[in-house]
């Protein structure tokens, strides 16, 4: 009992830390801009036990609940000393960057044109972003909340 209690508890502390990373969306992408072969995670085991002191409704929602992250990045982005550009439209500032569950980074410029940044991942996304400071239903709502 105490160790199910211990276990539990720490999945609670991570699920809280992972919660407060980043703004997060709860639904699927809704149209990837191309093919991405990224299986879901079949059974995610940190995220599978609900802590015993807490109804479930309580929990905050951890990083795999969601289907991904979402900031607003204002400045110019700049990756290995260069600047990137929107493919299409070239602009180069104010973008929503993207980190989906399977660790892919997209932008999204200002003109809603997409694109995959393979030189950044998760760990520059959690690097670079704040904490999270609310939950969306769907991507729209979550644009809304960042201005675009
Ligand atoms: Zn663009």
Not at 24 to 33: K, L, R, S
Not at 90 to 108: E, P, Q, S
Not at 111 to 128: C, K, T
Request: aromatic residues 8%; glycine residues 6%; hydrophobic residues 35%.
């Amino acid at each position: 009992m105490f160790k199910r209690r211990a276990r539990a508890d720490r999945e609670w502390r991570e699920a809280q830390r992972a919660g407060q990373a980043m703004l997060a969306m709860h639904t699927e992408w809704p149209e990837p801009p191309v093919p991405v072969s990224a299986p879901a995670p079949a059974t995610p085991t940190d995220a599978a036990v609900v802590p015993d002191f807490l109804p479930p409704d309580f929990r905050a929602p951890s990083r795999l609940d969601v289907s991904g992250l979402m900031m607003r990045w204002l400045p110019p982005l700049v990756i290995d000393g260069e600047v990137r550009q929107c493919p299409e439209c070239g602009t180069y500032r104010d973008w929503i960057i993207f980190n989906m569950r399977d660790g892919a980074v997209w932008l999204r410029c200002q003109a809603g044109h997409h694109v995959q940044e393979p030189r950044l991942d998760s760990a520059w996304y959690n690097r670079n972003s704040g904490p999270v400071d609310s939950y969306h239903p769907n991507l729209e709502d979550g644009l809304r909340h960042l201005g675009h």
